[in-house]
């Protein structure tokens, strides 16, 4: 999804840039992705987010090192929506 796109390129640019890090920025991207391609054997089967929101799909999480990868479950699809930092606002920004 072009949000998830947007917040992990952010995330990447974040570290490779400005903390100087492109080699940790390399890592997360490719935890990122590995811990979702093991999440897709059984996207559903994990407990839900308990949003303050009401929501046609519920969210789903994977924690990745400090941020958090969100997806949802649409029939047999699981879309990754947002890469956040844990400490954001996720409510807010969901």
Partial sequence: MPLFDADL???WDYIAHRLNNPNAAD???ADAEAAIL???K???SFEKYQSAKEREYSYY???VHNFTVWYVVTGNV???RRFLYN????????
């Fill in 78 to 80: 699981m879309e990754v």
């Fill in 42 to 44: 059984a996207p559903a």
């Fill in 9 to 11: 390129s952010e995330a």
């Fill in 61 to 63: 999480r994977i924690y």
């Fill in 27 to 29: 890592r997360l991207v």
């Fill in 38 to 40: 093991e999440r897709l």
């Fill in 87 to 94: 400490r954001r606002n996720t409510d807010e920004l969901l």
